[in-house]
T-cell receptor, first 114, second 113 residues
Framework: AQSVAQPEDQVNVAEGNPLTVKCTYS??????LFWYVQYPNRGLQFLLK??????LVKGSYGFEAEFNKSQTSFHLKKPSALVSDSALYFC????????????FGTGTRLQVFP | NAGVTQTPKFRILKIGQSMTLQCAQD?????MYWYRQDPGMGLKLIYY???????DKGEVPNGYNVSRSTTEDFPLRLELAAPSQTSVYFC????????????FGSGTRLTVV
């Protein structure tokens, strides 16, 4: 089955430290990968996507993600975390058998402490 | 632009009642989606539509119905509400295929008691 996994329910990091939120995928063919962020009581907001090209993708709010085909991963990173980055982060992959749809992971809660 | 607008934001239903969750987008997007979000479960696709007059089931369609009479509107109907339908519901839209990513509404928090 096509899927995306976020192995950590929660990630804690001190403000100013680098952060990584992990995502691995299992899909047929070339993956189209996405990261979304959800702030409290809000809908999901698009952060970045990988379709093709450079393995390092830059997105909104200083986030970036690295596509690693051999490890089937698409980890979200930021060099210096802010308290305001605290939110719920979702990784998603386009369903290769129905390109109209995205398959979402279960989400990782990022907590940045002052 | 308003983007994707969902109403109501909150609702409490009694078991067996029915209601319609409204979703409207003003971006002229062809693709629209309904998801439900449950704690620890991520987002599950309920129904989606690739254009006016066309709808299709997602992963968890049972207990729900949709219609798409216009490009702008994609209402979700709950018939005979059950406690298992307590969730946060998100509507989303996309210009073309999922390649373009989604724009989400702010959600409807539904409680069935």
């Amino acid at each position: 089955a096509q899927s995306v996994a976020q192995p950590e329910d929660q990630v804690n990091v001190a403000e100013g430290n680098p952060l990584t939120v992990k995502c691995t995928y299992s899909v047929s063919g070339n993956p189209y990968l996405f990261w979304y962020v959800q702030y409290p009581n809000r809908g999901l907001q698009f952060l970045l996507k990988y379709i093709t090209g450079d393995n390092l993708v830059k997105g909104s709010y200083g986030f970036e993600a690295e596509f690693n085909k051999s490890q089937t991963s698409f980890h979200l990173k930021k060099p210096s975390a802010l308290v305001s980055d605290s939110a719920l982060y979702f990784c998603a992959v386009r369903d290769p058998y129905n390109t109209d749809k995205l398959i979402f992971g279960t989400g990782t809660r990022l907590q940045v402490f002052p | 632009n308003a983007g994707v607008t969902q109403t109501p934001k909150f609702r409490i239903l009694k078991i067996g009642q029915s209601m319609t969750l409204q979703c409207a987008q003003d971006m002229n997007h062809n693709y629209m989606y309904w998801y439900r979000q449950d704690p620890g479960m991520g987002l599950k696709l309920i129904y989606y539509s690739v254009g006016a007059g066309i709808t299709d089931k997602g992963e968890v369609p049972n207990g729900y119905n949709v219609s798409r009479s216009t490009t702008e509107d994609f209402p979700l109907r709950l018939e005979l509400a059950a406690p298992s339908q307590t969730s946060v519901y998100f509507c989303a839209s996309s210009e073309k295929t999922a390649n373009y990513g989604y724009t989400f509404g702010s959600g409807t928090r539904l409680t069935v008691v």
